[in-house]
């Protein structure tokens, strides 16, 4: 039954962000228009993430489906309220207090900011809220959790990808605790005055990611999953695939390894190049070193199924031979034809030539130079300075 809801549910999608403005390509773009399975623009190639769209309340829903059911529903609300740059509203963007505010956000949360690298700090209206939002839709996909998200899967992936988001959920999913390390050893030793300890370095405790020492007085990021043992400087709580800060610091933590949830997801299932979904199914291909399901191994410009057809590579996107001679073929500047992706050619700077005798020749005396010394000037070739003088004089 459980299976039948989470395949009758639908999503409004392609509704959500339409005719967006995108924030990367300008007005190149027409406006935001969802691929029915890439999860990208038709029109520019990028993401929703790239566009004009307030994804707060999406956000808000993501995470919230994230944490569903599991220990921390309840933290969430609990997280809102501390001061801690972490979710308020299920939200972690934050705008610094002024000195006349200034009271109302604790001194550890400011100092929590501060040590992050300044181009990655979520303040609202800041080069870090841009790359929050980036890497909250990259790390967190919401396809890796919710089948409804998905495209067209079986009941039997929808039963296989419901199993894997438990034990995700029970096994590896966590939000990081900011806390003073002389406070936490001061509740694990019972009560004794750590601070006794002296000033400089917390003693015995240094960063699991760097190995350098955590300062007296500094936040440090712990993991419940990893243990009370080890701790992060919060530059340091970075994803072990990836190296990005774990937006919002929210964990996946596997055989000793912190992870974003997408590179946990990529250590668990194969995921296709295609649709960027995890790969549920026994059936699926590989190609070019990536996975792709079956029927999305498409061209990346017009989905026609490329199954036993010429493909050329471009930008690490499969492209049909029709739409590569359209789009992306370079023109022989003799002939000014398109050059085959299996045809020889020969390059020189921004200009190309096939390789055959009737192309890369002489300007002057037409001698094929193939394999012979020559001279460029634009799209001119001279076997000699003779040759050079009798065209360009």
């Known amino acids: 039954m459980e299976i039948e809801k989470e395949m009758k549910k639908v999503t409004l999608g392609h509704e959500f962000g339409a005719g967006a403005a995108c924030l990367k390509c300008k007005e190149k773009c027409e406006g935001f228009e969802l691929h029915f399975w890439r999860k990208i623009c038709r029109n520019c190639k990028c993401g ?18 994230l944490f569903e059911d599991t220990k921390y529903t309840g933290l969430i609300a609990k997280l809102k309220t501390d001061g801690i740059p972490r979710y308020q509203g ?6 610094l207090p002024s000195p006349a505010t200034a009271y109302t956000m604790p001194p550890l949360a400011v100092r929590y900011i501060e040590l992050l690298p300044p181009e990655k700090r979520p ?22 959790q919710d089948p409804s998200k998905c495209h067209e899967l079986s009941p039997a992936e929808v039963k296989q990808m419901q199993q894997y988001v438990r034990k ?9 605790d900011v806390l003073l390390p002389e406070e936490v050893a001061q509740i694990q030793a019972g009560g004794t005055d750590a601070a006794a300890a002296g000033s400089g370095g917390t003693p015995g405790r240094s960063c699991h990611h760097c190995k350098k020492p955590m300062l007296l007085g500094e936040p440090a990021v712990y993991a419940e999953r990893a ?12 994803c072990c695939t990836c190296s990005e800060l774990l937006v919002d610091m929210i964990y996946f933590w596997k055989k000793g390894k912190m992870y974003c ?7 668990e299932k194969p995921r296709c190049g295609g649709c960027d979904e995890l790969i549920f ?16 191994f498409c061209c990346f ?46 390059s020189y700077g921004e200009h190309h030539w096939h390789a055959e005798p009737d192309c890369f020749k002489c300007s002057g005396c037409t001698k094929c130079l193939i394999g012979q010394r020559f001279m460029a000037v634009k799209n001119c070739l001279f076997c000699s300075v003779e040759c050079k003088k009798k065209v360009m004089t």
């Not at 929703?48 to 489906?65: P, Q, R, T």
């Not at 995700?168 to 990081?176: F, P, T, Y």
């Open 48 to 65: 929703l993430a790239e566009h004009d769209v307030s994804m707060n309340s999406e956000e808000n829903k993501k995470v919230g489906k």
């Open 90 to 95: 299920n939200m972690v963007t934050i705008t």
């Open 123 to 144: 303040v609202a209206g800041t080069q870090g809220a841009a790359y929050r939002r980036q890497q909250m839709d990259r790390q967190l996909p919401e396809h890796d």
């Open 168 to 176: 995700c959920k029970d096994e590896a999913l966590g939000i990081g």
């Open 227 to 238: 243990g009370y043992d080890k701790l992060w400087h919060p530059a340091c709580f970075v």
């Open 261 to 267: 949830g997408r590179h946990y997801g990529d250590s």
């Open 281 to 296: 199914s026994n059936e699926y291909t590989q190609a070019e070193g990536q996975n792709w399901h079956l029927k999305h």
């Open 301 to 346: 410009d017009c989905d026609c199924i490329l199954a036993g057809e010429t493909y050329v590579m471009e930008n690490d996107k499969p492209i049909c031979k029709p739409c590569y001679m359209k789009n992306y073929a370079v023109r022989c500047a003799s002939c000014q034809k398109a050059v085959e992706p299996e045809a020889q050619r020969v």
